[in-house]
């Protein structure tokens, strides 16, 4: 079942804070997150496993409540370069990033000067 | 590294059309993923190889199957195509044992 990511777009100025939030009505193993900008790829940015276990290269923070199903990415201090499409992909049985992925809608946030 | 590459960049077909999809991992990444992404949506996850062989497989038909190759290298077939299979095609490889997927650019399909 595929994951609810609120809000469904942000707009923020750099510096600003956001919250990204990712919810799943299934017991989850992991929580990925990945950032879309316009006509690329998708980045890896952080996977949250089961246990608390936490990997990922970017500045950015997230949280993982097992309990809950729920994973939250925290944009601080904003930049210009954090704009795009940010989702949440949940994996439900072990496997480490072997795909599998059920991703999210996708939150767009904007980061103005 | 030369990262996840594929071709074509864009294609367009017709309804009841076959077509491959190409992508070439990276080298000793000996698993890949494929996941179709709409227009606004997120990706959707089509199948997975791993030593190529089918290791995983989303809510699609049979139409849709897939190739891995020994040199990193992979396809997506799609069989009978129709209006909906208009999208984004993404390849993603990894490598063994890790957690992040390395997305390919995509190839933009359209189905008239």
């Known amino acids: 079942q595929q994951p609810v990511q609120s809000p469904q777009a942000v707009i923020l100025r750099e510096g600003e804070d956001a919250v990204i939030n990712c919810s799943s009505s299934k017991a989850l193993y992991s929580v990925h997150w990945y950032r879309q900008k316009h006509g690329e790829a998708p980045v890896f940015l952080m996977i949250l496993l089961k246990g608390g276990e936490q990997k990922g290269h970017e500045k950015i923070s997230a949280s993982f409540n097992e309990k809950k199903q729920q994973s939250s990415l925290y944009l601080t201090a904003s930049q210009l370069s954090y704009s795009g499409t940010y989702f949440c992909?949940?994996?439900?049985?072990?496997?480490?990033?072997?795909?599998?992925?059920?991703f999210g809608k996708g939150t767009k946030l904007s980061v103005k000067p | 590294e030369t990262g996840v590459t594929q071709s074509p960049t864009h294609l367009i077909k017709t309804r009841g059309q076959q077509v491959t999809l190409r992508c070439s991992s990276q080298s000793g990444h000996n698993t890949v993923s494929w996941y179709q992404q709409a227009l606004g949506q997120g990706p959707q996850f089509i199948f997975q190889?791993?030593?190529?062989?089918?290791?995983g497989r989303g809510n699609f038909p049979p139409r849709f199957s897939g190739l891995q190759f020994p040199n990193y290298s992979s396809e997506l077939n799609v069989n009978a195509l129709e209006l909906d299979d208009s999208a984004l095609y993404l390849c993603a490889s990894s490598f063994p044992g890790g957690y992040e997927q390395f997305f390919g650019p995509g190839t933009r399909l359209t189905v008239l």
């Open positions: 190889y791993y030593r190529e062989e089918e290791n």
């Open positions: 992909g949940t994996e439900r049985k072990y496997g480490g990033s072997q795909g599998n992925l059920i």
